[in-house]
Nanobody
Framework: QVQLVESGGGLVQAGGSLRLSCVAS????????MAWYRQAPGNQRDLVAV???????DYADSVKGRFTISRDNAKNTVYLQMNTLKPEDTAVYYC????????????????WGQGTQVTVSS
């Protein structure tokens, strides 16, 4: 069973920084893209940043210039460096992976991590 496990969340003051990590483990053949989403209480889960296999990245307008997504393919790990954090960045952050498990012709599947809480105080 493929699993995504996030870490690095916590409580930080406005203007501070945090670095989230997400490790994919299990019977992975290949990883297409990995992304970070976030969900604040009462809100839908929104895309924050995505990193494709080809190395391209994209960001929500609200985090452009402050957040950076990166990947270490050898470690099946994706990171989210979050700088100049604002109270409105407070949310549970979820890792998302588009992954082909087991072997080259197995169907691609989508996986979610369990989430990590980020709280930014004003």
């Amino acid at each position: 069973q493929v699993q995504l496990v996030e870490s690095g969340g916590g409580l930080v003051q406005a203007g501070g920084s945090l670095r989230l990590s997400c490790v994919a483990s299990g019977p992975i053949h290949s990883i297409n893209s990995m992304a970070w989403y976030r969900q604040a209480p009462g809100n839908q889960r929104d895309l924050v940043a995505v990193h494709t296999t080809g190395g391209s990245t994209d960001y929500a307008d609200s985090v452009k210039g402050r957040f950076t997504i990166s990947r270490d393919n050898a470690k099946n790990t994706v990171y989210l460096q979050m700088n100049t954090l604002k109270p409105e960045d407070t949310a549970v952050y979820y890792c998302y992976g588009v992954i082909r498990p087991y072997y080259s012709t197995h169907p691609i599947q989508n996986y979610w991590g369990q989430g990590t809480q980020v709280t930014v105080s004003s």
